[in-house]
């Protein structure tokens, strides 16, 4: 069958349309081999699947006409994408289809309104309620405290709708006992909908399917819901108030108020937030009032223990929010006279009085009269404790507070599992260590920007205070530790002349004033773990998050996130809301284009929208024009003091001397990533010492190593090493280090195509180059090689014919010429497409200008192979048949075979099918004679 192959016309220049499965590997950093096999590994490892693709089956995918995969490989396919197989570009045979796991099927509701069928996890009231407090339900957690949620562990069940939620409140307050279905309706509904019987059935069996078996039980016609009382966060607030209420009694003052401040803390909001109905409208009400009472509670409590003056701000803004709530002004009143502000206690008592007059026509309540009057007196007995709790202790003033997190980015967007990930982790405080995370990247990644989102969500869990400090990691002088603990105690209100000299003590200091307390310390731009290891709480209450370049690995107990580039569609959605919407949906193609022109960089993303936001006389094709040009794309990602070379400069200047030298050079070559052995011949150093060089730029986040022995630049990186070797490189050891890995690339594609081709004389018409290139022990290893480093290998192949050096450009030809095996299997024809104009031309002045016939005919041969993926079929047969005469002419068996086989394809796609069979029968023929039976497996697959 012949290859299909789609054309689009962009700036008159005719493109080949990608394979829908190359194009999705390639939007998700899966287009390397390496990277793709090892993906499909964990996939199917998770499937329980055979996880052996060869890098030869993976090229075979991305044709633009790919093999049907197996159903082994479907499924583990399916999982990787989220795709069918269709959906990746591969034509399904008859019968098969997509793999699917089961899903229960929903409840059927008979038509009669009887009892739910098949539904998961039913329960009896008749076959009894035995151990449901104990395994059933176990692990489970219900919120009404707040928006409602359901909690297995640490993950979240699903509820779809408010009125799930609605239902699920009425059984969850109703402590166990059951709801017929006709209250369930009355209280999910004002006005209920003609089914709402069924609807409430299948809110049910959802609900039912998420708790799991035992949970949620139909009795006598209508639903319970059986769980642990400590499962709901209202029994838990109740037994706490309980508990503070016997503390008090029994003179317990301190316990009490800790136990209101427990309560209190249960609170995440409006209780029941959403839950439509007319129960859930009264049980909110309900909630909300019983809460306030809670809150006067506890602030009695703190008039008891002194302490008077903290409460003023607490009450005050409680008022602002209930005006007419007089118990509320009455603790105000006595808070401020007990604070030595008898004037403004009166002054709240005149204001109450007026607005209750204006607002209600009634005058204020007997107890707050007569607190006004002995306000007047200056009552002895409305003293109350001055600063001595009961034991006779001294009441000292709280401790500072410091709140010094910045603000978080306005349009923070994407990195939802990094959130999700880090909230976690820096909420786990309760265990005997201090919650210790670090997140990593690339300069321009976006690490402060989430660590201080992060940090601002979760600053109510850390009431002691939030401590910040850019610590200056990758500028020329990173910050002292000494003088960051220094700033640290002062906030933390150590007088200056009490701060100790040395580093180890106020070290000391420092983790002693943090005891048994909460404080989250967040450490910006740190340039190693021994900066950062004195700035670290020694208890479990508080926890730390750290953001670096570098590797913050040999710090005890650390969780570190490495911080990649953006998702394209989270990408996508902060340059539009920088933008605007409305310029966006005007050039969605243009918004696509300009932030992968950023690299998916969150910072050059901001620099690139924020300059556009300020050029309303640019379109965003404009932008996209202006980042068009690699060679001005880093001047041109740059607004006020935000500029992406800039932030790569700090980490560069880092570098040692040998650090540097490989960073600019092995920016040189356009290939999407270099192996190993590659990068020693280029830089000219030791395997050992190459490795441990470029180990060195994965810590610091100038190269990434996705697998082992493979190494890759960030494209804005490759392009800012680029501009560091033109600057900081004289022309010939660019030029030197260039021609190394062109000639180890050209000597070790040799090597692989005399193994494949045995026999075949364009080995004898290569240029003589001294380089030995990579070793092979068999001929598997070394097609293996091939494909995996064919992306490579023509990408300097197409960059070495644009040199103005015949001797690079005649080594550029050799190469296409010897990693024919690439576009013969049809693995990347579109590489091949993309290097045709300078094959040509080298062609022209290598082969046929200085008479070196085998040289033309391998040319004239690659020429119309790359003319049949065009489907230019009479071109192809001119091509074959002219490179055909030269190998005849020159006796070359190989080349016979080969002009044979590729006559006998364009013959095949133009419908001579006897011809074309006679043409392959001698090819093959030709091939079996030599031995090459490698090819001939080759030639079977096309």
């Not at 508990?243 to 003179?251: F, I, L, T, V």
């Not at 205070?465 to 209100?493: E, K, S, T």
Request: glycine share 8%.
């Amino acid at each position: 069958m012949p290859v299909k192959v789609g054309w689009r016309k962009n700036g008159g220049v005719a493109e080949m349309d990608q394979a829908v499965f190359a194009r999705l590997c390639e939007e998700r950093q899966w287009g390397r081999p390496a990277v793709f096999l090892a993906e499909y590994a964990k996939a199917a490892a998770c499937l329980g699947e055979p996880g052996q693709v060869t890098a030869r089956q993976f090229h075979r995918w991305r044709q633009l006409d790919p093999p049907c995969p197996g159903p082994s490989r479907q499924r583990v396919l399916e999982k990787m994408f989220g795709k069918s197989l269709g959906q990746l570009g591969f034509t399904l045979p008859p019968g098969r289809c997509r793999v699917e796991s089961a899903l229960p099927a929903p409840p059927v509701v008979s038509a009669t309104g009887g009892r739910l069928s098949g539904e998961a996890g039913v329960v009896d009231a008749a076959a009894g309620t035995d151990g449901l407090n104990g395994a059933l339900g176990a692990g489970l957690r219900f919120v009404v405290l707040g928006p409602v949620r359901i909690w297995r562990g640490r993950q979240a069940l699903p509820i779809r709708t408010p009125q799930e939620q609605a239902v699920l409140c009425v059984l969850l307050l109703r402590r166990g006992s059951t709801a017929t279905a006709s209250e369930l309706v009355d209280a999910v509904w004002e006005t209920p909908p003609p089914q709402a019987i069924a609807a409430l059935r299948t809110y049910a069996w959802r609900l039912r399917r998420a708790l799991g078996p035992g949970v949620l039980l139909t009795d006598a016609g209508g639903y319970a819901l059986r769980a642990r009382p400590e499962a709901l966060d209202l029994e838990v607030c109740q037994g706490y108030e309980a508990q503070a209420k016997d503390a008090r009694a029994h003179g317990e003052p301190h316990k009490a108020r800790k136990l209101l401040h427990m309560a209190d803390a249960l609170w995440d909001g409006q209780p029941l937030a959403g839950v439509p109905g007319p129960f859930a409208h009264a049980q909110r009400s309900r909630l909300e009032e019983w809460r306030l009472g809670l809150l006067e509670k506890g602030l009695e409590l703190d008039l008891e223990l002194g302490r008077h003056a903290e409460v003023v701000s607490e009450l005050t803004a409680l008022i602002t929010q209930h005006p007419v709530r007089e118990r509320l002004r009455a603790l105000l009143m006595l808070a401020l006279y007990r604070s030595g502000r008898q004037a403004e206690a009166l002054g709240v008592y005149t204001d109450t009085r007026r607005l209750l007059a204006e607002e209600l026509g009634v005058e204020p309540n007997p107890e707050l009269a007569r607190l006004h009057q002995r306000i007047l007196r200056a009552d002895p007995a409305l003293t109350g404790p001055q600063e001595f709790p009961a034991d006779g202790e001294p009441v000292h003033a709280p401790p500072p507070r410091p709140a010094q997190l910045p603000a978080g980015a306005a349009d923070f967007t994407g990195r939802a599992t990094a959130v999700h990930i880090l909230r976690e982790r820096l909420l786990n405080t309760h265990g005997t260590v201090m919650a210790l995370s670090a997140v990593r990247g690339l300069g321009g990644a976006g690490k402060t920007a989430l660590a201080v989102h992060v940090a601002q969500a979760v600053r109510k869990h850390f009431p002691d205070g939030q401590l910040f400090v850019d610590l200056l990691g990758q500028g020329p002088r990173p910050a002292d530790p000494a003088a960051v603990l220094g700033m640290f105690l002062r906030a933390l209100g150590t007088p200056p002349a009490d701060l100790p000299e040395g580093i180890h003590e106020r070290a000391a200091l420092y983790r002693s004033t943090l005891a048994d307390r909460r404080v989250l310390v967040l450490l910006d731009n740190a340039h190693d773990s021994a900066q950062v290891r004195p700035l670290l709480p020694g208890t479990p209450g508080c926890a730390t998050l750290i953001t670096s370049r570098s590797t913050m690995a040999d710090l005890d107990g650390v969780h570190m996130i490495d911080l990649s580039v953006m998702e394209p569609g989270d990408a996508l959605a902060l340059f539009t809301r920088i933008v605007g919407d409305q310029r966006a949906s005007a050039e969605p193609q243009a918004c696509r284009q300009a932030v992968a022109a950023c690299g998916y960089l969150p910072l050059a993303i901001r620099v690139a929208a924020s300059r556009l936001a300020t050029r309303p006389g640019w379109t965003i094709n404009t932008l996209t024009d202006r980042l068009a040009d690699v060679h001005r794309r880093l001047q041109e990602l740059r607004a006020g003091d935000l500029a992406v070379q800039t932030s790569f400069e700090f980490g560069y200047a880092q570098l040692n001397a040998s650090q540097a030298r490989a960073f600019r050079l092995l920016g040189l070559c356009d290939g999407p990533d270099i192996s190993l052995s590659a990068a020693v011949a280029a830089l000219g150093t030791p395997a050992r010492e190459t490795e441990r060089i470029l180990e060195s730029l994965v810590d610091t986040c100038l190269l990434e190593s996705v697998v082992p022995g493979r190494y890759r630049y960030h494209d804005l990186l490759r392009l800012y090493a680029c501009s560091c070797a033109v600057r900081d490189e004289r022309p010939e050891t660019r030029a030197a280090a260039f021609s190394r890995i062109l000639d180890f690339y050209l000597s070790s594609a040799a090597r692989v195509y005399a193994m494949e081709r045995p026999g075949d004389r364009l080995i004898e018409h290569l240029a003589r180059i001294e380089h030995l290139g990579q070793a092979f022990p068999d001929a598997s290893t070394a097609l293996a090689w091939l494909l995996t480093e064919a992306d490579c290998l023509l990408s300097c192949a197409y960059q070495a014919a644009k040199s103005s050096d015949k001797d690079v450009v005649c080594r550029a030809a050799d190469l296409l010429l010897v990693t024919r095996e690439l576009v013969d299997s049809g693995a990347s024809s579109l590489y091949y497409v993309a290097a045709e104009q300078p094959a040509d031309a080298e062609a022209g002045r290598t082969g046929l200008a200085t008479g070196d016939l085998t040289a033309a005919c391998y040319a004239s041969n690659m020429r119309g192979v790359i003319a049949i993926y065009r489907r230019r079929y009479e071109e192809a047969e001119a091509h074959f048949r002219e490179a055909l005469h030269g190998f005849r002419t020159g006796n070359n068996l190989s080349g016979i075979a080969t002009a044979l086989c590729n006559l006998s394809r364009v013959h095949a796609a133009t419908g001579r099918t006897d011809s074309a069979i006679e043409l392959a029968m001698q090819g093959i023929d030709l091939w079996k004679s030599l031995g090459a039976h490698r090819t001939l497996l080759t030639a079977g697959s096309l």
